[in-house]
């Protein structure tokens, strides 16, 4: 059964950092390409970076450019996402997925607010 659970989400300063961490089952994440999605309150969700499976490429929005890198921990079966810089328009609900899969995890809460 294909699981997606997301954490280290939180409440954070403006400039502040938080790693999320998607923790799959049921399928091998380096066998996916694996991306973030967000989604802020009353917006549709949107992507933010992508990691492929042969090469570990990464490619990102280009809201989150040269602040976000996306990770993949290959022993642990997650996918991470280092967030720096943070900005309150970052302010989201933050979902992982698998670009083979149709399943969502609960998503985890990102809020930068001072």
């Known amino acids: 059964q294909v699981r997606l659970v997301e954490s280290g989400g939180g409440l954070v300063q403006p400039g502040g950092s938080l790693r999320l961490s998607c923790a799959a089952s049921g399928f091998t994440v380096s066998s996916h390409p694996m991306s973030w999605y967000r989604q802020a309150p009353g917006k549709e969700r949107e992507f933010v970076a992508k990691?492929?499976?042969?090469?570990?490429?990464?490619n990102y929005a280009d809201s989150v450019k040269g602040r976000f890198t996306i990770s993949r921990d290959n022993a642990k079966n997650t996918v991470d996402l280092q967030m720096n810089n943070l900005k309150p328009e970052d302010t989201a609900v933050y979902y992982c997925?698998?670009?083979?899969?149709?399943?969502w995890g609960q998503g985890t809460q990102v809020t930068v607010s001072s």
């Open positions: 990691i492929t499976p042969i090469g570990g490429r990464t």
């Open positions: 997925k698998s670009n083979y899969l149709p399943n």
